[in-house]
């Protein structure tokens, strides 16, 4: 079975600073991999995800996440963080062949700064 | 609707009694989904349906759990004889085409979720 492990429940950084959340998944089979994220008091929004093809994907507010098979890693990253990017941040993954099936890491609260 | 809305937002019940809560997915979604999330933890898959046929329920903790998709809209999601470990934000998400591995555009559009307290 696939699960996610997110190493950092917290990472504290400063306004404007670079940001890594890291992520790492085991699974045996192809996988489809998500980063959500949940701002406080709201539902979880899907940041990016990736199917298939580039290993490096774009998603919104500037956010990007690279898949890195031989490490089995799905790391978030983000060149210049603000204050409205604090929120908590969940890596995802699911099974190709149960691709709705999907299972969430614990978090990452990410607390911006000024 | 605009989004998916669950109710009530917030449940509060003693041991032993029976709950049931309400999903109300985006119109037109093919596909619903449970999930139950503890405090500081991600969200765990519970189960979920395309239309009205469920799909995967895997996830459900037991037999008190069960859920629900009759018409293929609105979903209920019952916990029978409730016990202080089922105390848990339980949050329902849909999505468009039936899975998150149909394109580029499928993701999930996850409701606020319903609070739910066993005392």
């Known amino acids: 079975a696939q699960s996610v492990t997110q190493l950092d429940s917290q990472v504290p950084v400063f306004e404007e600073a670079p940001v890594e959340l890291r992520c790492n998944y085991s699974?045996?089979?192809?996988?489809?991999l998500f980063w959500y994220v949940q701002y406080p008091n709201q539902g979880l929004q899907l940041l990016l995800k990736?199917?298939?093809?580039?290993?490096l994907v774009k998603g919104i507010n500037g956010f990007e996440a690279e898949f890195n098979k031989s490490q089995t890693s799905f790391h978030l990253r983000k060149p210049s963080v603000h204050i409205s990017d604090t929120a908590e941040y969940f890596c995802a993954v699911s099974h190709r062949s149960s691709a709705s099936k999907i299972i969430f890491g614990s978090g990452t609260r990410l607390s911006i700064r000024p | 609707g605009a989004g998916v809305s669950q109710s009530p937002r917030y449940k509060v019940t003693k041991r032993g009694q029976d709950v049931a809560l309400r999903c109300d997915p985006i119109s037109g979604h093919v596909s619903l989904y449970w999930y139950r999330q503890a405090l500081g933890q991600g969200p765990e898959f519970l189960t979920y349906f395309n239309y009205e046929a469920q799909q995967d329920k895997s996830g459900l903790p037991n037999d008190r759990f069960s859920a629900e998709r009759p018409e293929g809209s609105i979903s209920t999601l019952t916990i029978q004889r409730t016990e202080q470990r089922d105390s848990a934000m339980y949050r329902c998400?849909?999505?468009?085409?039936?899975?998150?591995?149909?394109?580029?555009?499928?993701?999930?559009?996850f409701g606020s979720g319903t609070q739910l307290s066993v005392l």
């Open positions: 998400a849909s999505s468009l085409l039936g899975g998150v591995g149909q394109g580029p555009n499928e993701k999930l559009f």
């Open positions: 990736y199917l298939s093809g580039s290993t």
């Open positions: 699974s045996s089979v192809s996988v489809y």
